[in-house]
């Protein structure tokens, strides 16, 4: 049998969960136990999993020319996703997926920049 072939276009995002004992009230300030900053976005882990199942995959969709966005591209490429149609713009900042979870439980929001995305 062939090895498929898939083609993902969607989000490449940073996930940053923080993890602190309660979820924060409106106003109020928190200190977190622990932060993680992991490579995300619908899109870009629909194509990590496909590559990971043995699929051919790429991605195509954009980041911004930050540090973030080197993590996610390098994360494709170590994941063995082809990541020549992602988009670097420049000037612009990667999409982010802040969050905040306790025991089991995950409040998430997420921030888009202008790039494709």
């Not at 999409?95 to 202008?114: H, V």
């Amino acid at each position: 049998m062939s090895r498929p072939n898939l083609v993902v276009i969607g989000s490449l995002n940073m996930d940053i969960i923080v993890k602190s004992p309660a979820f924060p009230h409106v106003g109020e300030t928190l200190l977190g136990e622990n932060v993680q900053f992991l490579p995300g976005g619908k899109g870009a882990n629909q194509a990590v999993a496909a590559a990971r199942l043995g699929a051919g995959s790429t991605m195509i969709g954009a980041v911004g020319d930050d540090i973030f966005g080197q993590e996610l591209l390098s994360s494709l490429q170590r994941n063995g996703v082809t990541r020549n149609a992602v988009k670097q713009v420049p000037h612009a900042a990667t999409g982010i997926a802040p969050s905040c979870c306790r025991a089991g439980t995950t409040a998430l929001s997420s921030f888009r920049e202008p790039t494709g995305n």
